[in-house]
């Protein structure tokens, strides 16, 4: 019986292809949304992300993310240094500029000051060069998603910048994680970081700390705030900060939910118009079946494997598009790193689940209301 269920569902070929379309297509836009989304919002933490080496970050109380951060006095990298537990602390400068390229453009970018002796601070790979190059004068470490916006189609390396009227020389690409607004990050020294910026009372943003035993960051975070009076959170606890601040200050989370929203409607809508149309014209054949004793389990069951074959395709399809559709945009800076966690697609396989399930009762109550008699008539 299964297999004239599925002889049925592939007898009507215009049918099980808008069928197998409506679920494919739902699959894509719920699974590449979800996607897109997920990798957008881990952007809010790429500044944690990208310093890999800092067990506790600590800042002023009322820092919120690597990008919202209030300046604390010099004097904190001291008091932070003398905490028991400390194994090492070093200062760290985020700052927004504008610089001016040999062409008169002119971009905004962030500078960030790492630690002059250990570097600590710097993403952990460079695309090309070495981090020693900052031991240069006027040396910078420009990002890879700011090579292509400032540079596109040319290595920027020796190239001069004009920055709050000093000049700075590229001299390496670092392979960065971009963060939420793709902004051009240069890298530099901290010394010279407190040249490119403009000057205020205060300029240390934060002080990156490494703890004797990493498995007690959590413990010596809350050391730091006891005994200094500022803000202390471990890598873990600064990422998921960053996160939750786009998610609560932008509409992002809204827009992509009434996206997803409408995939899933519009799947019920085709897959219930079309398996309602499928279920009509076949109405006589399941009529008959009834009419030589097969029961309304049976019934049930045929419809099930229908719905589930359908689903198969379908589902397969849409996630092997979302695949393509991320790996074909891997070049594009907006889409670097982008990857599919996978809790994603099993959210979709539930989706599809809920759209056959739904649509397939709606149009099965026809065919168990048939009465066998009916064929004959």
Do not use: C
Not at 104 to 125: F, N, Q, R, Y
Request: aromatic residues 10%; charged residues 15%; proline residues 4%.
């Amino acid at each position: 019986m299964l297999w004239i269920a599925i002889r049925m569902l592939t007898g009507d070929a215009q049918k099980f292809y808008g069928l197998v379309f409506g679920i494919a297509f739902s699959t894509l836009l719920i699974t590449q949304q979800l996607t897109i989304f997920v990798n957008l919002i881990e952007r809010g933490a790429s500044g944690v992300y990208n310093v890999s080496s800092a067990d506790v970050w600590v800042m002023d109380p009322v820092s919120r993310t690597t990008d919202v951060a209030y300046a604390m006095p010099s004097t904190a990298l001291d008091k932070v240094r003398s905490v028991p537990g400390v194994e090492w602390a070093v200062p760290h400068l985020r700052a927004q500029a504008s610089v001016r390229t040999k062409d008169g453009d002119l971009e905004g970018v962030a500078v960030i000051g790492v630690d002059d002796a250990t570097l600590i601070g710097l993403p952990k790979s460079m695309v090309e060069g070495s981090i020693d190059v900052l031991s240069q004068p006027d040396s910078v470490i420009i990002d890879d998603v700011g090579t292509t916006r400032m540079f596109p189609g040319q290595s920027p390396i020796g190239e001069r910048l004009e920055l709050n009227d000093q000049r700075a020389v590229i001299r390496g690409i670092a392979d960065a994680i971009p963060s939420f607004t793709s902004t051009v990050v240069l890298y530099t020294k901290y010394s010279q970081a407190l040249n490119f910026v403009p000057g205020t009372r205060n300029r240390l943003s934060f002080v990156l700390v490494g703890a004797e035993d990493p498995l007690q960051a959590k413990a010596l975070s809350e050391r730091i705030e006891d005994e200094t009076g500022l803000k202390a959170q471990t890598r873990d606890e600064f990422a998921q900060d960053g996160i939750d601040f786009i998610i609560e200050n932008t509409g992002i989370p809204l827009n992509f939910g009434i996206t997803v929203a409408l995939g899933f409607i519009v799947g019920v809508a085709i897959v219930g118009l079309t398996f309602s149309l499928f279920i009509r014209d076949n109405i006589k054949q399941f009529g008959a079946l009834k009419a030589i004793g097969v029961t309304n389990a049976k019934i049930r069951r045929m419809v099930a494997v229908q719905a589930g074959l359908v689903g198969l395709v379908g589902y397969g399809l849409g996630v092997v598009g979302t695949v393509f559709f991320i790996w074909g945009f891997s070049s594009n800076p907006t889409f670097k790193g982008f990857y599919i966690p996978w809790q994603i697609p099993l959210i979709s396989l539930v989706a599809v689940f809920l759209i056959l399930a739904l649509t397939g009762w709606l149009a099965l109550r026809n065919v168990l209301k048939t009465e066998p008699a009916s064929v004959f008539r």
